[in-house]
Every structure is written in structure tokens, then in C-alpha cells.
């Protein structure tokens, strides 16, 4: 099966930076994802990265990507409260162009 | 576009019963997806439908669980009999085909299933 691993929780304080870290086994992946959970919400896309790019940043968020290892990231920079929610990693399953694999989610809590 | 629309939101029964719950995709969407969230098992993806077929169902636990899509516009999702270790959000979620090279997801607010 194709694999999507994440670490299920991290705490940060207000201020800091948040760096989630996801693995994948699919090296043929175009695309990954990033969504965000919410509580008591479904998941919203929150950012993508192509796999031909080594780096994508869009406001506080980085995404970095180490294809020879398999290794996504993602950086939140001055992590406030209203980040507190689950981030899921995401990349296509095999043979489905448009299905996800999606990892267990990190629980992000973001104290004051 | 009001997005995802799922119902119920909350929906407590009794093991033995029957449980339907429906999702209406968003409008010109051709991807419909049916998921299961619990905290052991995360986020499994159940079945999903390509302009009304369903394509991969490899995740339907079991013969006790079934989908239909009977136009583009609305998606059912029985479980029958329910049992305890049904228990968990169900999320539907849609997406067009031809929006962006990247494929994004548009989910609903899901359906909080407790069965006793």
C-alpha cells in the first residue's frame, strides 16, 4: 500500500515556528498536499507544492520538499492561536489521478 | 456556492439499524468522495464516484456498507446493519476536473455517526 507518515501531535507558544513533517512512498507523486482541519470542521486545502519544486512559501507558510528522501514539510512561521488545528499531509494514490492518500493528520496546539 | 453539503450533522442509533447519510457535491463538480475519520484509524478514504460511477471502492469495510450516486448532484451512503465500530465522522467531498493542474478537494462538514 502507499504510505503517508506524520507525527500526530506538536506544541508550540504563540510566536513561534511550527514545522510539520510528512513522509510519502509514492516517488511518481506531481503533486502534495497540505489541508487543514479545523475543529468540528471538514479539510480545506491549505497549500501544494509540484514535485519538480524544491521550496514553496505563501505568507508565514513554507512548504519544503526532499524528493531524494521522500520528505515533506511544513513550516508555519509565527504560529498564532487560530493555527491550532490538524494538518494532513497528502499525495495522490497510485493509479488514481484524482484519489488521496491522506496521512493521520498532526494535531497542532498553539498555546499563549 | 454553499459548498459541500452533507446531512445529518449528527446522527445517534441504536446497533441493528439502518443509516443513511447524503451529500450533495458542489455544482459541476465531477469527483465525488466519501471518507471515514476516527482517531485509530485516521482519515480512510470509503469509495469515490466519477461523473456518477463509482470507480475505486476498495475501502468499503465490509458488504454492510454501501454507495450510491444516482445523479451528479447527490450521494447516499447506507450502512446496514450498523454496529458499534461504525462510529466515526463521515466526510464527503468534491472536486472538478479541470480546475488547476493540482487536484483540491473541497470537503463538507461531515456527519458525526454514534451508534450504541
Known amino acids: 500500500g502507499e504510505d503517508v507518515e506524520q507525527s500526530l501531535f506538536l506544541s508550540v507558544r504563540e510566536g513561534d515556528s511550527s514545522v510539520i513533517n510528512c513522509t510519502y512512498t509514492d516517488s511518481s507523486s506531481t503533486y502534495l498536499y497540505w489541508y487543514k482541519q479545523e475543529p468540528g470542521a471538514g479539510l480545506q486545502l491549505l497549500t501544494y507544492i509540484f514535485s519538480n519544486m524544491d521550496m514553496k512559501q505563501d505568507q508565514r507558510l513554507t512548504v519544503l520538499l526532499n524528493k531524494k528522501d521522500k520528505h515533506l514539510s511544513l513550516r508555519i512561521a509565527d504560529t498564532q492561536t487560530g493555527d491550532s488545528a490538524i494538518y494532513f499531509c497528502?499525495?495522490?494514490?497510485?493509479?488514481?489521478?484524482?484519489?488521496?492518500?491522506f496521512g493521520k493528520g498532526t494535531s497542532l496546539l498553539v498555546t499563549p | 456556492d454553499a459548498g459541500v453539503i452533507q446531512s445529518p450533522r449528527h446522527e445517534v442509533t441504536e446497533m441493528g439499524q439502518e443509516v443513511t447519510l447524503r451529500c450533495k457535491p458542489i455544482?459541476?463538480?465531477?469527483?465525488l468522495f466519501w471518507y471515514r475519520q476516527t482517531m485509530m484509524r485516521g482519515l480512510e478514504l470509503l469509495i469515490y464516484f466519477n461523473n456518477n460511477v463509482p470507480i475505486d471502492d476498495s475501502g468499503m469495510p465490509e458488504d454492510r456498507f454501501s454507495a450510491k450516486m444516482p445523479n451528479a448532484s447527490f450521494s447516499t451512503l447506507k450502512i446496514q446493519p450498523s454496529e458499534p465500530r461504525d462510529s466515526a465522522v463521515y466526510f464527503c467531498?468534491?472536486?472538478?476536473?479541470?480546475?488547476?493542474?493540482?487536484?483540491?478537494?473541497?470537503f463538507g462538514p461531515g456527519t458525526r455517526l454514534t451508534v450504541l
Open positions: 467531498a468534491s472536486s472538478p476536473r479541470d480546475r488547476d493542474p493540482y487536484n483540491e478537494q473541497f
Open positions: 497528502a499525495d495522490p494514490r497510485l493509479g488514481s489521478g484524482y484519489a488521496l492518500n
Open positions: 455544482s459541476g463538480h465531477d469527483y
